[in-house]
């Protein structure tokens, strides 16, 4: 069973950190680009960040540059979404999504074949 699993959310206050992990488990992920999205109560989907297969390109959404970075260990079929200068408005659940077809860009969430359930992301004092 193919499957991508989100783990790291939780509680933190503005200005702190977060790591997220996407693991994967069923398939590899060293062929798929990988995408951060995020969804808070009441918006749509927006994809945060995304890398190439390979890890060599990365994009992300201005509202995150500079704060936030993303990377893959292939070896542990897993990546990461390392989330720095935390703010209020970065509260959302975010989840994870593999495709073999797109590359660093972020492409609009139906594009991607496989998600993982999401982890929620509050920052609040």
């Known amino acids: 069973q193919l499957q991508l699993v989100e783990s790291g959310g939780g509680l933190v206050q503005p200005g702190g950190s977060l790591r997220l992990s996407c693991a994967a488990s069923?398939?590899?992920?060293?062929?798929?680009?990988i995408g951060w999205f995020r969804q808070a109560p009441g918006k749509e989907r927006e994809g945060v960040s995304c890398i190439s297969n390979s890890g060599g390109s990365t994009n992300y959404a201005d509202s995150v540059k500079g704060r936030f970075t993303i990377s893959r260990d292939n070896a542990k079929n897993t990546v990461y979404l390392q989330m720095n200068s935390l703010k209020p408005e970065d509260t959302a659940v975010y989840y994870c999504?593999?495709?073999?077809?797109?590359?660093?860009?972020?492409?609009?969430?139906?594009?991607?074949?496989?998600w993982g359930q999401g982890t929620q992301v509050t920052v609040s004092s």
């Open positions: 999504a593999a495709d073999f077809r797109v590359g660093y860009v972020c492409y609009p969430p139906y594009v991607y074949d496989y």
């Open positions: 069923g398939f590899t992920l060293d062929y798929y680009a």
